[in-house]
Structures are given as structure tokens and as C-alpha cells.
């Protein structure tokens, strides 16, 4: 299984950024796929992820959109009016395990490498 996250860069506030994550070795129609993020020194952070549902974390609702193209085995993170707040490397992780909440590092047992996004004021 590889997961691998790009589009990420460096941008300005109020910009948009849409990462992707391609899957190769499952298929994501059959997964759950999570976005995170980390900063140098801080614990990974939840985004959102998709699966037979939706979820996000609050510091992102109504500025994210989390999506899949099953025929492509593409994860989307659609992220608009960023900010400096946003700036972190983003991985998506994905599992099998649905009965899991999903919100934690632990619930996922794939990992892409990551993807960095830099926002500056």
C-alpha cells in the first residue's frame, strides 16, 4: 500500500490550496482516508477524513471540503481562505478500521509521506 500526498506550497492568506492523495495497493472506495497535519514539535493534528461519512475538526469547518475519485483512487482536501494557522506538512493516512472514531494517528495504520503547506500573512 503507498499513499502519496501532494499539492502542497507556499501561499498567501485568503488563498486556496487543494491537496490530493493518491492510493495505490487498496482501494479507497473500500477505506476510510484521513488528512493531518503537524508542526515541528507538536502532536499530528486531525483534518478531516472520508469514508461511508464525512468528518472534519472544528478549526477547519466551512473552509475544507474532504472528497474521493473512486475511479482515479484520489482523496481530495479542498482548503480555502487559509491562513497562517494552516501552515504544517498534511499526510493522509487511511484504514480499515471503520469502527475506530477515526480522529486519532492511531486509528490509521497507512501513512503517505506528506505534503508541505506554508501560509504567510
Known amino acids: 500500500v503507498q499513499l502519496q500526498a501532494s499539492g502542497g506550497g507556499s501561499v498567501q492568506a485568503g488563498d486556496s490550496l487543494r491537496l490530493s492523495c493518491a492510493a495505490s495497493?487498496?482501494?479507497?472506495?473500500?477505506?476510510?482516508v484521513a488528512w493531518f497535519r503537524q508542526v515541528p514539535g507538536e502532536d499530528r493534528e486531525f483534518v478531516a477524513y472520508?469514508?461511508?461519512?464525512?468528518d472534519d475538526t472544528a478549526s477547519v469547518k466551512g473552509r475544507i471540503t474532504i472528497s474521493r475519485d473512486n475511479a482515479k483512487n484520489i482523496v481530495y482536501l479542498q482548503m480555502n481562505s487559509l491562513s497562517p494557522e494552516d501552515t504544517a506538512r498534511y499526510y493522509c493516512?487511511?484504514?480499515?478500521?471503520?469502527?475506530?472514531?477515526?480522529?486519532?494517528?492511531?486509528?490509521?495504520?497507512?501513512w503517505g509521506q506528506g505534503t508541505q503547506v506554508t501560509v504567510s500573512s
Open positions: 493516512a487511511a484504514t480499515f478500521r471503520v469502527e475506530r472514531t477515526g480522529r486519532w494517528p492511531n486509528d490509521y495504520g497507512y
Open positions: 495497493g487498496l482501494a479507497i472506495s473500500t477505506v476510510r
Open positions: 472520508i469514508g461511508a461519512n464525512v
